[in-house]
């Protein structure tokens, strides 16, 4: 079993819809999760982490943990062309190395 | 704002030749990464490096080696490229101070070996 799991779509929705990216991943030691997005042709960025379980919220994002199943989420609401992107979950527990999702490839259509 | 350059944006080698790509933080991290990316794989981790001359393997260090002389740079080199290795090289930077050690990432080299 992969570490961590995500499906990489792709994902076509129209513009206004709200967006669920999901990972699940296997190892207890995870503290910290992370959504990276990146555009075509560049580097990922980070979006935004949440500590342990939880939500997070910023703007039209909400980052979701629920240890106790070891599923992360993403949400997006009111979703804009500008959206379009591959997004990545990324996780890190112990160390300063993260281990990457797959990625998921969202295409908001105007 | 943290910047990460790669020397290249896209480059072509030969099957054999030997390749260095060249990476430069500019926010004096202590820690330097490198991945490829593939579809349908994600982010490997080829090597990382948390000091000066310091380096540790990663997922997949077979056919690559690693060189950091100074802070900022890190230098990612194929001693002999093969097709198998073409793909998209990307580097990234962190403090030592965490967690999290948020990761920022270089634009990328797109490497095709022929």
């Known amino acids: 079993q992969k570490e961590v799991e995500q499906d990489p779509g792709p994902l076509s929705v129209p513009e206004g819809a709200i967006v669920s990216l999901n990972c699940t991943y296997s190892?207890?030691?995870?503290?910290?999760f992370m959504w990276y997005r990146q555009y075509s042709r560049k580097g990922p960025e980070l979006l935004m982490y949440?500590?342990?379980?939880g939500n997070k919220e910023d703007g039209r994002f909400t980052a979701q943990v629920d240890k106790s199943s070891k599923y992360i989420s993403l949400f997006i609401r009111d979703s804009q062309p500008s959206d379009s992107a591959t997004y990545l979950c990324a996780m890190q527990g112990g160390s300063e190395k993260l281990v990457f999702g797959k990625g998921t490839k969202l295409t908001v259509n105007p | 704002d943290v910047k990460v350059t790669q020397s290249s944006r896209y480059l072509v080698k030969r099957t054999g030749e030997k390749v260095f790509l060249e990476c430069v933080q500019d926010?004096?991290?202590?820690?330097m990464f490198w991945y490829r990316q593939d579809p349908g794989l994600g982010l490997r981790l080829i090597y990382f490096?948390?000091?000066?001359?310091?380096?540790e393997k990663g997922d997949i260090p077979e056919g690559y080696s690693v060189s950091r002389e100074k802070k900022e740079r890190f230098s990612l080199i194929l001693e002999s490229a093969s097709t198998n290795q073409t793909s998209m090289y990307l580097c990234?930077?962190?403090?030592?101070?965490?967690?999290?050690?948020?990761?920022?990432f270089g634009p990328g080299t797109r490497l095709t070996v022929t």
């Open positions: 926010m004096d991290h202590e820690n």
């Open positions: 190892n207890s030691a995870f503290q910290y």
């Open positions: 990234a930077s962190s403090l030592p101070q965490g967690p999290p050690y948020e990761q920022y």
């Open positions: 490096s948390y000091d000066v001359k310091m380096k």
């Open positions: 949440t500590y342990s379980s």
